[in-house]
Nanobody, 118 residues
Framework: QVQLVESGGGLVQAGGSLRLSCAAS????????MAWFRRAPGKEREFVAR????????IYAGSVKGRFTISKDNAKNTVYLQMNSLKLEDTAVYYC???????????WGQGTQVTVSS
């Protein structure tokens, strides 16, 4: 089992920045990858970014590429999402996820709200 706790959400003006954190605990030595997803009001949950735990390879959704950066601190079992040039459409609840292999995302955090205002 892995427990994930997100933090860092809040209210920010369009064009501003926020950094989200997700701290993992429990069976973290088995982590294969971690990721960020988001769910905007009235929409389905969507993928934002992921990072492979062993080699740091990253993948981004097209809508955030060039604006968001995912990073990790293996010693702290923490993944970050640096969000710059925020847009109104980035408003969502952001969730952290973890998995042990190439299959489905097995563990999820409770989410942190990000609200971008004009």
């Amino acid at each position: 089992q892995v427990q994930l706790v997100e933090s860092g959400g809040g209210l920010v003006q369009a064009g501003g920045s926020l950094r989200l954190s997700c701290a993992a605990s429990g069976r973290t030595s088995s982590t294969y990858a971690m990721a960020w997803f988001r769910r905007a009001p009235g929409k389905e949950r969507e993928f934002v970014a992921r990072i492979n735990w062993s080699n740091g390879v990253t993948i981004y959704a097209g809508s955030v590429k060039g604006r968001f950066t995912i990073s990790k601190d293996n010693a702290k079992n923490t993944v970050y999402l640096q969000m710059n040039s925020l847009k109104l459409e980035d408003t969502a609840v952001y969730y952290c996820a973890n998995k042990f292999d190439v299959g489905d995302w097995a563990y999820w955090g409770q989410g942190t709200q990000v609200t971008v205002s004009s």
